[in-house]
């Protein structure tokens, strides 16, 4: 069976995307790979066709380590809906279920199996492996997610380090290994710590077009993400991420205060309302998960389209992977985070205090200047983004700053003046002071800390009065962001200088500011009102959309009877296309992207009874 036959037949695609096809060439012939490809960008199919086609020469089967339970649920869900015999092994299962799918495993009579890496480590499982090995029924080793395996990840887990297991046991079998984001810090990690330095390097574009990116100066964080949700997305589907647990159940609380049905997520709830949040959010539609980063990984539900930030990433991996969450399948989404001046102190604090050794303090670090740079930034963000991860690219029209270039002001003399004042307060008093009480001194502010510590008295007190404590703010921020301030977290966050503090006050570093935040988009609401047409079938005239509307009934129908999210039984792209093309036979329906052999035969017949029921009068 070819891969393109696969591709076809079992996928219901007609073409490969990108590098998938050499990808798959590669690996299916026996090659170990190592593949950078973002989020949304098929990366699935690079060892699910290969597994296909290798155990249908012969070669047995391929096993999938995967990092965590709800992915294994949804992608063998979706194999079995393609026909494939796909199985998992974690905690979920009963001791009978396991045992059963073991007996199968045993007996080759599975394409892919799914597993945690803590599993396939342990001597039970390599000792299977050993047998499977031995008859000739191993096949491939597909490790998702790898940049869990390096320091320098944005979700390092210390179990993927054993997995170099499977290259010193079992060197004759293939290995692909996949993630959406590495730097090439990182990079260098996973090909040093999996042993993969023989094998070929896929890197795909890192740019996901459809994402609009937007950064906005926090003010009101909250009301500032509500405004976003009521203008741009009310009754899609969306993540919100917070830094702790209880401003995730706040903001939850929040928006459903304001009718946007939204559920909390994070480590210190229960299990099982953690497990029944994720599933709800899944399996229905128009949910917003409010969470901390304990959420996101492996999620594959396609129509995610917004992503939001009320606090800041650590690094650009983190806020590429997290906002990468958002219009899997392709179709306009939003990235926005809300960005402030204690965002930057409470990382480098975390930095600072961190027990890890200084070099690798100093690897943090640089990663968050480069986060700030591009928070800070007044040109295109596609372009910087990109930049990080070693693309070229052009501005892209689509960003907060190529819609609405902001106004800029030079800022440099405002910068000397602050950075003079910080030097000036420590040489008074013998130690630094806070942001506050900076901005105070720079506008003039009689307070009592002021008097008291005679900071009236400085050559520098009441020089910036005609600027704002916002405007201030910003040029701290960015002077944060060069590294020309240091945040002092052993001394109650004081500020203080640094080596690159002298370029500033010489005046040989230019420092140049938005003037105010981001003018608010003019595209229309994406809701008109509470209940709208969804953004996915706003290309379609009126009969068209009451094809789609049955069509998602149809389908919300079928994906409860199997318990599945409706999106593993088909995409809201394919219902789409049916909608848009109202086929009366099946030969009709072949062609569809998404729809292989065994969902025509499975669906087809359902298919067109829908059509014909929704284009009769």
Known sequence: MSIASILSEVFGYQAFRGPQQAIIEHVTGGGDALVLMPTGGGKSLCYQIPAIARQAAGNGITVVISPLIALMHDQVGALHEAGVKAEFLNSTLSFEQASQVERRLMQGDITLLYAAPERVTTPRFLAQLDSLQERGLLSLFAIDEAHCVSQWGHDFRPEYRALTVLHERYPTVPRIALTATADAL???????????????????????????????????????????????????????????????????????????????????????????NQDRFLRSEGIVMVATIAFGMGIDKPDVRFVAHLDMPKNIEGYYQETGRAGRDGLPADAWMCYGLQDVVNQRRMIDESPAEEEFKQGLRGKLDALLGLAEATDCRRVRLLRYFDEASTDCGNCDNCLH???????????????????????????????????????????????????????????????????????????????????????????????????????????????????????????????????????????????YAALKAWRAEVAKEHNLPAYVIFHDATLVAIAQSAPRSRLALQGISGLGVRKLEAYGDAVLEVIEASCTP
């Not at 094998?199 to 009101?220: G, H």
């Open 186 to 276: 990182t990079r260098a990690d996973i090909i040093e710590r999996l042993q993969l330095q023989d094998a070929r390097l896929f890197i795909s574009s890192f740019d996901r077009p459809n994402i609009r990116y937007t950064i906005v100066e926090k003010r009101e964080a909250t009301q500032q993400l509500l405004r976003f949700i009521q203008d741009e997305h009310m009754g899609d589907a969306g993540v919100v991420y917070c830094q702790s647990r209880k401003k995730v159940e706040d903001t939850a609380e929040l928006l459903c205060d304001h009718g946007i049905a939204a559920l909390p997520y994070h480590a210190g709830l229960a299990p099982q309302v953690r497990q029944a």
């Open 405 to 547: 270039a902001p106004e800029v002001w030079d800022a440099t003399d405002a910068a000397r003046k602050l950075l003079s004042t910080v030097y000036r307060v420590q040489q008074m008093s013998g130690f630094g002071f806070g942001a506050g009480h900076i901005v105070d001194i720079l506008r003039g502010k009689v307070t009592e800390k002021v008097t008291q510590r005679r900071h009236d008295t400085l050559s520098t007190f009441g020089i910036g009065a005609d600027l704002s404590e916002t405007q201030w703010r910003a040029v701290l921020r960015q002077l944060l962001a060069i590294g020309a301030v240091a945040v002092d977290a052993q001394a109650f966050n004081t500020l203080a200088l640094t080596e690159v503090s002298r370029a500033v006050l010489k005046g040989e570093v230019p420092i140049r500011l938005r003037t105010s935040a981001p003018k608010a988009a003019t595209r229309k609401s994406r809701r008109t009102s509470q209940v709208a047409t969804p953004k996915v079938a706003a290309v379609l005239d009126g009969a068209e959309q009451q094809r």
